[in-house]
């Protein structure tokens, strides 16, 4: 049975790419050095591909920060503000990715967004009414070459039209519709010049297609591929539709009747609503069927006996020769490999399944189709046939014995806002900051030598209380109201946390790309969770120490630490979420009576794993991850106040859940986005106070006094003055500590400047 691959990691198994970007950045690398390693990153990743058997291998997936971004450079779609610049073609696209403020203009970056419900995050195509569509295939077309040259013969594989279509900003009067016959034909002649280079099949991404589908977008993706199947069958070319991340219930009629040469569907998110219309509606006739069967967003080993089921399942409909197995989405979103780990024991790393394992797994479950590989079979049944870990009976009953009264506060929020504003005080426009400052070199440096042994822990944590009392002065000097210890004590904002709370276990070089150079290690949630003793308390207090305003403690939401966690898959994700939201309410009433006035929970990522459906949000997510979060502060004194964070995601369609959060205090991630969240405030009525980031620290750029006033301005024209904050949109952990001083002093001058009108 054949077996097909959609995409693998592109940082390397050690985050060269990463380096080597962040190297060109500074100046300390060139263009030529950059791509070098770029090449040596493909051809591992090819080789390992080659090496296994996998019969579909792509080339076209890695990117130097996004393939929604490289789709739009492709296209052409680069707005005219970038062009003007002057720049190379490699640092146009990084200025559309990260901003650039420099001798040749200043511009701000491209909006961000979650890559469905990932934490990969994408590059959102902006496409005006006077943007000429125009093929540029020559990335695709060398990186096939280059393939080709190092005797790997491969299927390009690109975003799709649609999908990009779907996913794109129009900023003028034109509509999607306007542009789908010039996207499509510009599809079409990068297929073309793909074939005349040897590609007999390209594989277009089509993802978009997982979410409900209404007959305009049915309209959009038939009037797109009308052209680009007729022009690539002309070409000589095949054309594979790939799906993943859920199932295609809404468009199956138009993908079978279309005329693909191949069709991937998810067999594992997706996989009882594909299986059903594979019974019931059957699959094109003549098409190869790429059955997603292995997750590729999670870093367990595949059950052999479930996965044999659903490919005797797809063949009992498809013809097997018609059949080639794959990973469900991906692999970008797992690690590069669990060889790479020395620190695990061998007894729990042999239940984890990393990019290289995963294509290992293909390779055994494609001999087990053919009537193989008995022995790898009979060894993944015991892996799963044994206990991998003993239930924690005390936690599970706290979960068990939580009453609705557990995930309420009182008194309500709006005598609790009016407690509050007489307790602290605060100007007009409050300034605050999200939490983490800049983690140098030297502070990262630290980390490792404590870690090595080189320093013992006593001087680690003076260095660490040496670095928080330098954050609190420069605070205090800037002027900001509401201050923060700057959280040089930890790593990640996840990883900090579950490596102080039972349950969890820690990988030495598991990365997952999050978006760009920003890479995470992901803690992987074992057992069942608990806390094992106070986590922040002690920096918090010592802040706080520091100096007479008011100090936030810094948490992270149990929402966040499970979707930015590799989670179990042997209990409920509900239960996982309350258990840690259990362990972090401890957290926050240790710091409460510790003396600690105000305390940030974070939920980044709340809408993360929010399903795809709409009719799915509230029985599968929001009726328990809204609740988790109420009952990490419910316990709380009304003077308490608590905040929360969120990024780069889309709030409209749940902003009356997030209010329903019932914290005090909000901050958005705004600025990429236009301030539109700011709409959906106003249009829910939003009971909070807000802080819709006035800057984006995702990009190196310092905002002037004049653009924070002008955001500003806005702002109070939807939210009104009495609600809003001023704050930058994200943490400040990834920016240098000249731009963050710089921002946040021109912050905090505009907020004067405006308390002033």
């Given at each position: ?669 705004a600025s990429r986005a236009d301030l539109k969240v700011l709409d959906d405030l106003k249009a829910a009525d939003f009971r909070t106070e807000v802080g819709p980031g006035v800057y984006d620290i995702h990009s190196p750029r310092v905002p ?54």
């Amino acid at each position: 049975m054949k077996t097909s691959v959609i995409g693998f990691p592109r940082i390397g198994d050690d985050r060269q790419l990463k380096k080597a970007s962040e190297a060109f950045f500074a100046g300390k690398a060139s263009e030529d050095e950059l791509q070098a390693v770029a090449k040596s990153i493909r051809a591992e990743a090819w080789n390992a591909q080659k090496d296994r058997g996998i019969s579909f291998i792509p080339s076209g997936d890695f990117s130097f920060y996004d393939n929604v971004l490289d789709a739009a450079v492709m296209l052409g779609a680069v707005p005219e503000r970038y062009k003007a610049l002057g720049l190379s073609p490699l640092e146009t696209y990084f200025a559309m990715a990260r901003g650039y403020q420099g001798p040749k203009g200043d511009v701000k970056a491209l909006p961000m967004k979650k890559w469905f419900n990932t934490n990969y995050h994408y590059i959102v195509p902006e496409l005006g009414d006077g943007d000429v569509i125009s093929a540029d295939p020559s990335r695709y077309v060398a990186e096939f070459e280059e393939a080709k040259a190092q005797g790997v013969v491969t299927v390009p594989s690109l975003i799709g039209p649609y999908t990009f279509l779907r996913l794109a900003r129009y900023v003028g009067e034109k509509c999607r519709h306007c542009f789908a016959g010039d996207v499509a034909n510009a599809y079409a002649a990068v297929i073309e010049a793909l074939a005349k280079a040897g590609a007999g099949r390209v594989a277009l991404a089509e993802p978009a297609l997982v979410l409900d589908t209404d007959a305009d977008d049915l309209s959009l993706f038939t009037k797109v591929y009308s052209l680009v199947l007729p022009a690539s069958r002309k070409a000589g070319a095949k054309v594979a539709l790939q799906t993943y991340f859920g199932d295609i219930r809404d468009s199956w009629d138009a993908v079978m009747s279309a005329g693909f040469d191949a069709i991937g569907l998810d067999f594992f998110e997706g996989r009882e609503r594909n299986l059903a219309c594979l019974r019931e509606k059957g699959f094109a006739d003549g098409a190869t069927l790429l059955a997603g069967v292995v997750c590729g967003k999670n870093i367990w080993r595949t059950d052999y006996a479930a996965a044999k089921e659903t490919i005797s399942a797809i063949c009992s409909t498809v013809p097997r020769d018609r059949v080639a197995i794959g990973a469900s989405c991906s692999l970008l979103h797992v690690p590069w490999t669990v060889k790479s780990e020395k620190t695990l024991p061998q007894d729990v790393l042999k239940h984890f399944a990393f990019a290289i394992e995963k294509l290992d797994e293909l390779k055994d479950l494609g001999d087990l189709a053919d009537g193989g590989a008995s022995t790898a079979f009979d060894a993944n049944r015991a892996l799963f046939g044994g206990v991998r870990v003993k239930a924690d009976e005390k936690v599970r009953s706290a979960v068990a014995a939580l009453t609705n009264a557990d995930f309420e506060r009182k008194p309500a929020f709006a005598e609790r806002e009016a407690i509050q504003r007489k307790r602290f005080a605060l100007p007009k426009f409050p300034t605050t900051t999200i939490g983490s400052f800049p983690q140098t070199k030297e502070v990262r440096a630290k980390r490792a030598a404590l870690r090595k042994g080189e320093i013992t822990p006593a001087q680690y944590e003076e260095y660490i209380k040496a670095k928080i009392a330098e954050c609190v002065r420069l605070q205090e000097d800037i002027g900001l109201d509401i201050l923060v210890h700057g959280e040089y004590e930890r790593n990640d904002m996840v990883e900090y946390f579950g490596d102080h709370l039972d349950g969890f276990v820690f990988t030495d070089k598991a990365w997952v790309q999050s978006y760009g150079t920003r890479c995470v290690k992901p803690p992987i949630v074992w057992g069942d969770i608990s806390r094992r003793e106070p986590i922040t308390v002690k920096w918090s207090v010592y802040a706080q120490s520091l100096t007479k305003k008011p100090m936030k403690g810094m948490l992270t939401g149990p929402v966040t630490i499970l979707n930015w966690s590799f989670p179990r898959e042997d209990i409920p994700l509900r239960d996982q979420t309350l258990q840690i939201a259990l362990a972090i309410r401890a957290e926050v009433l240790d710091l409460e009576a510790a003396g600690i006035p105000v305390i940030q929970i974070d939920e980044a990522a709340l809408r993360e794993k929010l399903p795809l459906r709409r009719e799915d949000w509230r029985p599968k997510y929001l009726d328990w991850a809204i609740p988790a979060f109420r009952l990490v502060h419910s316990g709380v004194r009304p003077e308490t106040q608590i905040h929360t964070h969120m990024c780069y995601s889309e709030f409209g369609d749940i902003i009356r859940d997030i209010d329903a959060m019932d914290a005090d205090v909000i901050t958005f991630e705004a600025s990429r986005a236009d301030l539109k969240v700011l709409d959906d405030l106003k249009a829910a009525d939003f009971r909070t106070e807000v802080g819709p980031g006035v800057y984006d620290i995702h990009s190196p750029r310092v905002p002037s006094v004049e653009e924070i006033v002008a955001a500003v301005g806005k702002m109070a024209a939807k939210v009104g003055t009495e609600k809003l904050w001023i704050n930058p949109d994200c943490g400040l952990k990834t920016r240098g500590e000249p731009e963050t001083e710089a921002s946040l002093r021109n912050l905090v001058a505009a907020a004067r400047k405006l308390r002033l009108s």
